[in-house]
C-alpha cells in the first residue's frame, strides 16, 4: 500500500514520516522525491529527498523515470518509478509526501496497480506561518508558500482522508488507523 501525505508548506509532512519511520519502523518504509532544490539543514540524500541537478532531473524526464512531476515554487519535484519498485520489496506501508497535484495525478496512474491512500494534513494559515518563521525561512519565502495556501486548500475534498495536524502525537496516530482500517477495506473519512 502507498500512502500519500499532502497539505500546505510547514503543516508537517516530513516531520510526521520522520515520526512514523521511527517509532513504527515494522509498519512502514519512505520513498523518496526527486527535487531540484538545495537541502535544508538536517536533511540528507534519500531523506526525505533525493538532491538532483536541474540538468539531471531534465534527464529523468526523459528517460521516462518519473510517474509524475510539477515545479512548486522554483524547483522541481517528481516520482520515481525506481524507488517505488525498490520501496514495494519492503512489504510495508509506503509513506510519502506529495504536493497536492502530483498526489492526485500520482493516485489515478497506480490505483490498478497498487492500493493508494491519500491523506491530507491540514491547518490554519497563521500556524504555518508561525512554523515557517520557526524553521527560519526568510520572509519572501514564507510569503511564497503562503501564497500557495487557499489553492493547496481548495483540494482537501479530492483527498480520501483528512487530518488537522495540530498535535503530531495525535496525527501519527489517526495515521496508524488509517493505515489499519485500509489495508482491509477502501473506506474515506475526516480522522
Do not use: W
Not at 72 to 97: C, P, W
Not at 167 to 187: F, P
Amino acid at each position: 500500500m502507498l500512502m500519500i501525505l499532502s497539505g500546505c508548506s510547514a503543516v508537517g509532512k516530513n516531520t510526521v514520516i520522520k515520526t512514523l519511520l521511527r517509532e513504527h519502523a515494522e509498519t512502514f518504509c519512505s520513498m523518496p522525491t526527486y527535487t531540484t532544490r538545495a537541502p535544508r539543514p538536517g536533511e540528507r540524500e534519500g531523506d526525505p529527498y533525493c538532491f538532483l541537478t536541474d540538468e539531471q532531473f531534465r534527464q529523468k524526464i526523459a528517460e521516462g523515470e518519473l510517474y509524475e512531476y510539477e515545479q512548486i515554487h522554483t524547483s522541481y519535484y517528481g516520482s520515481s518509478r525506481k524507488l517505488l519498485a525498490e520501496a514495494r520489496k519492503s512489504g510495508k506501508v509506503i509513506v510519502k509526501d506529495i504536493d497536492v497535484k502530483g498526489a492526485l495525478n500520482l493516485s489515478r496512474l497506480l490505483r490498478e496497480d497498487l492500493r493508494v491512500v491519500t491523506v491530507f494534513l491540514y491547518a490554519e494559515k497563521e500556524l504555518l506561518r508561525s512554523r515557517l518563521r520557526g524553521r527560519g525561512d526568510a520572509e519572501a519565502d514564507i510569503a511564497i508558500r503562503l501564497r500557495r495556501y487557499d489553492e493547496e486548500m481548495s483540494y482537501i475534498d479530492a483527498y480520501d482522508y483528512r487530518i488537522e495536524n495540530l498535535v503530531l502525537a495525535d496525527t501519527v496516530q489517526k495515521i496508524l488507523e488509517i493505515a489499519k482500517q485500509c489495508q482491509g477495506s477502501s473506506g474515506s473519512a475526516v480522522i
